[in-house]
């Protein structure tokens, strides 16, 4: 079994609608996000997914959410811009770029400061 991982990141802001406290208030991050997904093998080149297919997928998810207010994005404008619904999001939409792939994802996680993370494991 071989796990193959990638990290990118975007930029927004957004507010917890509901949520008492500081996170109620507009503010901002550089949102980590780190994708994983499982190989039972290797193909004849030698790899289990390619690092480069796979970051691009990535990049193509999280481009329309870099540099906004994600409660103005689709799904955030309906659901709460949290980074357990933001690592939801990432894992959905990968898994339907990934359903004719050989892999499975294992986990999205999502980070939202160097000390402060998400991980979603289907």
């Not at 994708?35 to 193509?60: C, K, M, N, Q």
Request: with cysteine; charged share 25%; glycine share 4%.
């Amino acid at each position: 079994m071989f796990e193959v991982s990638v990290r990118e990141h975007f930029d927004a802001a957004h507010y917890l609608r509901g949520y008492h406290g500081k996170c109620e208030k507009l503010h901002g991050h550089r949102f980590e996000v780190v994708v994983s997904v499982r190989a039972e093998g290797i193909d004849e080149v030698g790899l289990a997914y390619d690092f480069i297919t796979l970051r691009g997928h990535l990049r193509e998810i999280l481009a329309p959410l870099d540099h906004t207010c994600l409660n103005d994005a689709p799904p955030f404008d309906r659901i709460n811009p949290s980074s357990e619904n933001i690592a939801t999001f990432v894992y959905e939409e990968l898994q339907n770029r990934l359903c004719d792939a050989p892999v499975s994802i294992s986990s999205v996680q999502v980070w939202e400061s160097a000390e402060s993370s998400v991980t979603f494991i289907p």
